[in-house]
Nanobody, 121 residues
């Protein structure tokens, strides 16, 4: 099993910055993509950013130019640097990864518990 633990959320004013972290732990053989999603109250969970094992990145249009995803493979950690935050960025942010827990284990997706980000005006 793989566990994900997010941290770094909080309350920030419009235009401010936050850096989220997500650490993967447990029985990890390999990690493929790592992603950040977010879910605002009453809305569906949407993908925010993706980073592949090779470091290629992809962003939702709503965060391009403001958010940066990165990863430290040695630490099994993915980060989300969020700048120029807006009230519409308020949501619970979730980490998701696709990983294998053993050499012959299939790739599975795993989710973290989420961390709240609130942007106040």
């Amino acid at each position: 099993q793989v566990q994900l633990a997010e941290s770094g959320g909080g309350l920030v004013q419009v235009g401010g910055s936050l850096r989220l972290s997500c650490v993967a732990s447990g029985s990890i053989f390999s990690i493929s993509s790592m992603e950040w999603y977010r879910q605002a109250p009453g809305k569906q969970r949407d993908r925010v950013a993706t980073i592949t094992s090779g470091g290629a990145t992809n962003y939702a249009d709503s965060v391009k130019g403001r958010f940066t995803i990165s990863r430290d493979n040695a630490k099994n950690t993915v980060y989300l640097q969020m700048n120029s935050l807006k009230p519409e960025d308020t949501a619970v942010y979730y980490c998701r990864t696709v990983a294998a827990s053993g050499a012959t284990a299939p790739l599975r997706q795993y989710w973290g518990q989420g961390t709240q980000v609130t942007v106040s005006s």
